[in-house]
Every structure is written in structure tokens, then in C-alpha cells.
């Protein structure tokens, strides 16, 4: 055991696990593989407390964002060792049976065998690593810009017949949780909480409609399973609020920054650290 882990409190992000890692660059991004969380787990002198009392200093919390099989298989793997553990989730993606789309990016990079392709007049080389990392990003910041998911779907479907590839495959981890399976974390004693209706950026909208989707995806989380959610993780964990809280939208909200320090960085904003094991 780390002697920083006693002494560091503080709440840590993570996207799930993986049981069986990929040398492919980009299958299993941001995954832990499960032998390495298990042994993180196993080894912390004190459990991970609810997000709560981490927030008021004590102890560290675990949060899993996503609604995915590998948040899914994370979750009940920190339970299992007597863990707190939050999972921030997306309804839009359970109600409607739909991926993440950058799942689906990933599994469109590590499946394509292009050499070069022209995608929004711009020509990108995908021989290697880096250079489909280029695109990545390119493709990335285009759907994050769009706040609407059936556009987000169709310039996808565009993207995989150009790639290739088989349009609505992701990697098993990145297959999309149901809500009995959300049901099945309750159970177990798994937070759930609010990741915003939508995967959609905060910056990619109005106030107004950034609101709604804070607000949709609470009253969905209350009318199907009864919980009253009071925290916010913002999709892609960098933006903040540009509004201050009056009608209980939230209570927290969270971002995940590595390059800020881990802790309040607004009265209402908690900055998490990625967890590294
Ligand atoms: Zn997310």
C-alpha cells in the first residue's frame, strides 16, 4: 500500500475495467485492466466512503462515469471488496439502447484498415498510431460541438461506411448498461448519479438547454428508480457552470481536470482527479 493513499483524500474518476486488455491503442482507451483495480482495491488500508463524506474531507471516493459494461463491471468489483462507489450515467444512452460515440470512434480506428481518408474536406493518414490519433481528435472535437445525437449518429454512420467498418459495434466493455442492469447496482449498494441526459458537451448548448438536459436526465433518474440525485459530472469533465444554482438542479458538480488541483475549485464545483492505479 501506497503511503500517499492514507494520507491523500480526495474523489477519483475512472471510465471501468477491462478484463482482457488490448495492445490496440485505441479499443480500450481510458479502461483500467480489472488484475490492476483489483489490486488497488485490495491494497488501500481504508475503504473508498461515499461521495458525501468525501466531499466534507472524510476520506477518498471512487466515482465511475459512463453507462457501460466496463463502469458496470467496475462498480460491482469495488462493492465486492466494501468499497462506496457512484456511477455517474447518461439515461438517453440506457433508454435508448445507444452507444457512447466515442466507443464507437475507438472501435472504428482499431477495426479500419484505410490507409488515408477524407472526412469534412480535410485528407487525414491513418497509417499510424499518431496519425489516427490526429483524426481522433479531429473527429472528437466535431462531435462535441454538436449537442444533437441524431446528428452526432449520422455523421458517424457516414464516418464507419467511409472507415469501413461495422457502423454500430464497440468493444464489449463499451456496450451500453441496461436499466436492469442499473437496478442490479442499486441492489448492491452502487450511488447512482447524473451525468446529463445526453453524453452531449455543456459547451455545445444554451443555458437553457443545458439546464433541461440536467433536469431530464434527474426526473428520469427519480421516475425509474426512485433516486433523488443532487450531483452533476459534466460530460468530458471540463466545463464548468455558467450559471449559479437556484432551482436545485444539482448540488455538486463535477469536473475531472488532472492539470487543476483536486478539490473544490468553485463553491458548487469539485474537480476529480483521474484515478491511476
Ligand atoms: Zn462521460
Sequence with gaps: MKLDWVL?????????????????????????????FVNHLDSLEYPYV????????RGSALTLDDATAASFKAALIARSFGHEV?????????????????????????????????????????????????????????LRRSPDESEKAEILNVLGESLGVEKNKVADEGNTITKNDVSEL?????????????????NSMTVDRLREEILKSKRWLERE??????????????TVPKFFERDHLFRFWFTSMDY?????????????WNLEV
Design 8 to 36: 491523500k483524500k480526495g474523489i477519483y474518476a475512472c471510465h471501468g475495467v477491462v478484463s482482457e486488455p488490448s495492445t490496440d491503442l485505441f479499443l480500450h482507451r481510458n479502461l483500467i485492466t480489472e488484475k490492476d
Design 86 to 142: 457512484t456511477l455517474f450515467v447518461n439515461p438517453y444512452n440506457i433508454e435508448f439502447r445507444r452507444p457512447y460515440f466515442f466507443h464507437q470512434l475507438n472501435f472504428f480506428l482499431s477495426h479500419t484498415r484505410l490507409d488515408v481518408i477524407t472526412f469534412m474536406d480535410r485528407t487525414f493518414k491513418l497509417n499510424t498510431n499518431k496519425e489516427k490519433q490526429r483524426f481522433r481528435r479531429f473527429v472528437k472535437e466535431i
Design 186 to 202: 442499486l441492489g448492491k449498494g452502487v450511488r447512482i448519479e447524473n451525468h446529463g441526459w445526453s453524453h452531449a458537451c455543456p
Design 260 to 272: 487543476l488541483n483536486q478539490g473544490f475549485i468553485g463553491k458548487q464545483v469539485y474537480n476529480r
Design 225 to 238: 428508480f426512485g433516486i433523488k440525485s443532487n450531483m452533476y459530472a459534466a460530460p468530458f469533465g471540463d
Design 50 to 57: 461515499d461521495i458525501n463524506d468525501a466531499l466534507l474531507g
